[in-house]
């Protein structure tokens, strides 16, 4: 029974990237190179209560969310062209914002990513909502941008990262990848270098689960200095032993608990983006 509903879940996940979207409603015009703001107008299945239940197997209930009173900040590189498909990174942000460094924004550009955040989920915010949020920014932007479905990934920072990588595996069937800086979670104990246990945060369903370890990459960056180094480098061995199949990890040295330098996102880019070149873009699942 559970693996027939499982089934059905990943089903409806093909159903509702494959058919057009309800229209965005950009809170101003979106020039390509410029900050915007954007709202949208509806959620898909994947965001229902139920579904995020069913993967996370969690026992809260989601609180009451709605889509239309939520606002995005977002920025499409200034040379999309409708003609060129281009992948989608999807921010989980630790506070209000959706900022990140400056220097980012070229590296953006250069790998024909569109970056996009939402407002109001930072680690205060509860977690089903903040990933409602990115779930919504993935659905909604392919009715909006040609976007090719091999390079839609989900990121964030600290807080943001946890969710992230959270995320990336419950909804594998979204998302081809995750960049996860100076934070993760995983789906048993594991035990770090210092001795702690970090527990278990969520279970994801077998079959999505399959997915996230054949067909998505996943890079965990963190720093010789960062707090969470020891936390990230068991997550990532957890990883390995598991049988995810493209599992980096990423110690930058002198690295502290804050964003790295453009360069090191460009590295991290350029592993999730390994084999995408010879693929057909695609709006549905990630590549097997």
Not at 47 to 68: G, N
Request: charged share 20%; proline share 7%.
């Amino acid at each position: 029974m559970h693996r027939f509903f499982a089934l059905f879940v990943i089903l409806l996940g093909t159903l509702a990237c494959a058919q057009p979207v309800a229209p965005t409603k950009p809170s101003q015009a979106i020039k390509p190179g410029d900050w915007s703001s954007i709202t949208f107008e509806s959620s898909p299945p994947q965001s229902d209560a139920e579904q995020l239940r069913f993967r996370m197997s969690a026992m809260e209930q989601p609180p009451i969310y709605y889509v239309k009173q939520e606002s995005y900040s977002i920025l499409v590189p200034k040379g999309y062209k409708k003609e060129v498909p281009h992948g989608l990174l999807i921010w989980i942000s630790a506070g209000a914002t959706a900022s990140i460094p400056k220097e980012w924004e070229a590296v953006l550009a250069e790998k024909k990513l569109i970056f996009i955040g939402a407002l109001n989920s930072g680690n205060p915010r509860n977690v089903f909502d903040r990933m409602r949020l990115a779930i919504d920014a993935n659905h909604n932007l392919r009715g909006l941008y040609n976007v090719d479905g091999h390079r839609v990934y989900v990121s964030g920072f600290s807080g943001g990262s946890r969710v992230a990588s959270m995320l990336s595996v419950c909804y594998a069937d979204m998302f081809s990848g995750a960049a996860c800086f100076m934070g993760a979670n995983f789906y048993k104990d594991v035990l770090a270098e210092d001795n702690k246990v970090y527990e278990t945060r969520y279970i994801p369903n077998d079959e999505i689960l399959d997915i996230a370890k054949q067909a998505c990459r996943f890079s965990l960056i963190t720093g010789e200095k960062d707090f969470n180094l020891p936390n990230t480098k068991a997550v990532h061995t957890a990883m390995q032993k598991e049988g995810f199949a493209n599992a980096q990890l990423v110690n930058i040295p002198a690295q502290g608990h804050q964003p790295p330098a453009a360069d090191w996102l460009k590295k991290v880019l350029d592993y999730l983006d390994v084999g995408k070149a010879d693929l057909k873009p695609s709006g549905l699942l990630p590549p097997k």
